[in-house]
Nanobody, 123 residues
Framework: QVQLVESGGGLVQTGGSLRLSCAAS????????MGWFRQAPGKEREFVGT?????????YYADSVKRRFTISRDNAKNTMYLQMNSLNPEDTGVYYC???????????????WGQGTQVTVSS
């Protein structure tokens, strides 16, 4: 099992930026891909983006965050980052990082989750 801890959330104005971190510990050698998800009040958890934990670190993003959000990794520190720019109120929610030990096809592919960090974007 991989333990994940998010940090970096907070309150920001529209157009602002935030950088989230996700620190992994435990059986990190088994990680194949890591991802970010978010959940707004009253809505289902939705996909934000992923980064492969092995090889080139290829990334994949939801259309709603493309060209605004960037996922990166530091394997030496077992840490994943989410740089969020040009934030708007629709980006408000709890942001979760997750890890999967296999190629992912859906949210259910992720077997380790962090506790989440709140991001609030004011208008």
């Amino acid at each position: 099992q991989v333990q994940l801890v998010e940090s970096g959330g907070g309150l920001v104005q529209t157009g602002g930026s935030l950088r989230l971190s996700c620190a992994a510990s435990g059986r990190t050698f088994s990680t194949y891909v890591m991802g970010w998800f978010r959940q707004a009040p009253g809505k289902e958890r939705e996909f934000v983006g992923t980064i492969s934990w092995r090889g080139s670190g290829s990334t994949y993003y939801a259309d709603s965050v493309k060209r605004r959000f960037t996922i990166s990794r530091d394997n030496a520190k077992n840490t994943m980052y989410l740089q969020m720019n040009s934030l708007n109120p629709e980006d408000t929610g709890v942001y979760y990082c997750a890890a999967s030990s296999r190629p992912w096809t859906s949210i259910s592919s992720f077997d380790s989750w962090g506790q989440g960090t709140q991001v609030t974007v004011s208008s």
